[in-house]
């Protein structure tokens, strides 16, 4: 249904996500964030929630119907983008997180997604453009040449001109190694540029009059593999030197592909150098004779880790409408008497009152919320770590490394559990296009995909980021989760709660024991088939512990309240969604560890050709 505002946000949560569990005032006042108070921090989560609501939204569902088209004069995406995209900027939401140096707010990275779950999930496909424009943004600000910064970071931080991240060729996907795309010097700092990508979001449009894309290419006789790959900003238009506008630089969008949701979000084949006509300068200037091997890889790495914390944020967003959307639903929606209603009465209550329906809401209620609060926890890492010096700060960096994979693969899981939980609260009507569940669920299917595979999150979880540094970082993490069991176990009403998460860490303990086992004999392949099923435990018990650790907070916060004071529904929900979490997600996690432990083999040891389709 076109112009239809179906975004829902609650103000509330986020406010106690950041203020109340993640505390973010704690971080302000002092450098880099001196500048700001708490008072700041709560008005711009004001004025981001007004302007998620009042404005994005109503772009939703319009932009989704009318999706992009490719013309002889390059991508058209939908109408009301153009001025949303004018808005946006104007607003400074891109600018959040941005350095005042830069003309930015300077606000830490908390605030930063918390903005950027509501303005990615007011309208997703919208927001790719700004998040990427932003990413490469800050590509360039750390690895530039001066000269680079100079001549592309204000216009892609005022939205004169966008930015992409290009990476996947039809036959380099996950194996970005495999890429063909070359690079040939010209002698004068540039280099000519030929090859084909596939699926670069936002790769063409006319949102902006240029496009920058930051690019792997392989420089001719450097290795093979992703070791052999330089970074090269290659502009659509060409710069001159004055910074104003030159000749096209051979970069042609041959295609836009027809998928299953983000329609709004063009997603385009790119030729590069088609008539031999493309250059590309290399990131940070000419390679050094001494340069690392991979350090386009490298490079890439930074726009990277901050793309998959957006996808992320981006999944908690869209989970978190959706399931707002489908309580509101459920509360209007008569249908079947209550369960406990005599014979005779037949009269249809809403939903809400069934159990089974209870079921999906506060199943989905906890689970945003638990990816909330873990997304929340991952990023605090990485400002506090702005905040440390020393062993401390390469301690906190680290720390949040690890969440990495952890906030791209099991947020964006989630999503799609929820999209799809959400759109079943609706039943019939929730597959039809009357209601938004069907896009929320169509949107969301492309996030455990894009920005390497969960699967391959998985693998750097088990395959890296385990094992670094000695395994520090994941004993760091289980320290801090027993730490927190203690305090729920001696919480007087809290032994269930205790219980299962220290349950979930005998069995995470036990994954970790058997890993060793798997390695020191060799079995690897049990590793690696078990890979996705660890990550799911681990996150699962992360969410817990911040779960009831906010459940504490409310408990505190209820002791302090009046009886009639409408924050007192609000705490008994966060302490109702740690119980349901730690009651009915936690105990499961047992029985995978048991799984992942037993080392099965059955996947594993079939002849390809007995998975079928031979008869
Ligand atoms: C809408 C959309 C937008 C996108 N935007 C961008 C963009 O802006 N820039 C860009 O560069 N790319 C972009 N991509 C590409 C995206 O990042 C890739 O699709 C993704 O990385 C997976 O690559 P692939 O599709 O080739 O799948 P494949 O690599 O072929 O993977 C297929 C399956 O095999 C699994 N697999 C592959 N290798 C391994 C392995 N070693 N071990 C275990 N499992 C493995 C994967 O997990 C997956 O399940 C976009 C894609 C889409 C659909």
Redesign the pocket.
């Known amino acids: 249904m076109a112009d239809t505002n179906f975004y829902k946000s609650d103000l509330r949560e986020l406010e106690f996500a950041l203020f109340e569990q993640a505390r973010v005032q704690d971080l302000l006042g002092k450098a880099p964030y001196a500048h700001l108070t708490e008072e700041d921090a709560r008005m711009v989560m004001k004025e981001a929630h007004t302007f998620a609501t009042e404005v994005i939204g109503p772009t939703m569902s319009g932009t989704d119907a009318e999706g992009c088209t490719l013309t002889p004069a390059g991508v058209k995406v939908p109408a009301a983008l153009k001025p949303l995209w004018k808005q946006y900027f104007e607003n400074g939401w891109h600018a959040v997180t941005l350095p005042e140096s830069r003309g930015g707010m300077g606000a830490p990275h908390l605030l930063g997604v918390a903005v950027l779950e509501l303005m990615s999930g007011a309208n997703t496909a919208f927001h790719?453009y700004p998040g990427?424009t932003q990413g490469a943004a800050n590509l360039i600000a750390a690895m530039g040449s001066p000269e680079q910064r100079e001549r592309y970071l204000t216009r892609l931080e005022n939205g004169q001109w966008s930015g992409?991240?290009?990476?996947?060729e039809p036959h380099?996907?996950?194996?970005v190694g495999l890429s063909t795309t070359k690079a040939v010097k010209n002698g004068d700092g540039s280099y000519a540029i030929t090859g084909n990508?596939?699926?670069?979001?936002?790769?063409d449009h006319d949102l902006a009059e240029n496009v920058i894309h930051l690019a792997l290419a392989r420089i001719e006789g450097a290795p093979k593999g992703t070791r052999g790959l330089s970074l090269f900003i290659i502009p659509k238009i060409r710069v001159k030197d004055d910074g104003s506008l030159g000749a096209p630089n051979d970069v042609t969008c041959t295609n836009i592909?027809h998928?299953m949701g983000?329609h709004a979000?063009a997603?385009c084949a790119l030729a590069f150098g088609e008539k031999g006509q493309c250059q590309g300068w290399p990131l940070g200037g000419e390679p050094r004779a001494d340069e690392e091997p991979g350090a386009g890889m490298q490079k890439m790495f930074v726009f990277m880790n901050g793309a998959r914390i957006s996808v992320g944020t981006q999944s908690l967003g869209v989970a978190s409408t959706a399931y707002l959307n489908a309580l509101e639903y459920a509360r209007t929606r008569l249908q079947g008497a209550h369960f406990k209603s005599g014979r005779g009465d037949k009269g249809a209550v809403p939903i809400i009152m069934h159990p089974d329906v209870r079921r999906m809401l506060i199943d989905m209620k906890a689970q945003v919320e638990g990816c909330r609060a873990l997304l929340l926890h991952a990023v605090m890492l990485e400002d506090r770590a702005l905040q440390a010096d020393g062993p401390a700060a390469e301690a906190l960096h680290e720390d949040f490394s690890l969440f990495i994979p952890l906030v791209k693969a099991h947020l964006s899981d989630v999503a799609l559990h929820v999209t799809s939980t959400a759109l079943q609260v609706y039943g019939g009507a929730g597959y039809t296009r009357d209601f938004p569940a069907e896009q929320y669920y169509r949107d969301a299917r492309?996030f455990p995909?894009?920005?390497?595979?969960?699967?391959?999150q998985a693998?750097d979880l088990v395959g890296r980021k385990l094992s670094q540094s000695g395994g520090a970082l994941i004993q760091r993490l289980l320290k801090s989760i027993g730490e927190a069991q203690a305090r729920v176990k001696a919480t007087s009403g809290y032994e269930r709660e205790a219980q299962a998460l220290g349950q979930a860490l005998a069995a995470l303990q036990k994954v970790l024991g058997q890993y060793m086992a798997f390695f020191a004999s060799g079995r690897m392949d049990q590793i690696?088939v078990s890979a996705t099923r660890f990550l799911e435990l681990l996150s699962r018990a992360v969410c817990a512990w911040l779960l009831l650790e906010g459940a504490l907070i409310a408990e505190a916060a209820l002791k302090g309240i009046s009886a009639d004071n409408r924050d007192r529904d609000f705490y008994l929900g966060k302490i109702g969604s740690a119980r349901y979490y730690a009651r009915n997600l936690l105990p499961p996690l047992t029985g995978l560890a048991d799984v992942i432990a037993a080392g099965d083999d059955s996947a594993l040891t079939l002849p390809d050709s007995a998975f079928s389709l031979g008869f």
């Open positions: 790719m990427l992409t991240m290009v990476l996947t380099a996907g996950s194996d990508k596939i699926f670069i979001s936002g790769g592909e998928k983000i979000s997603t492309i995909i894009y920005e390497g595979t969960n699967g391959i693998l690696l």
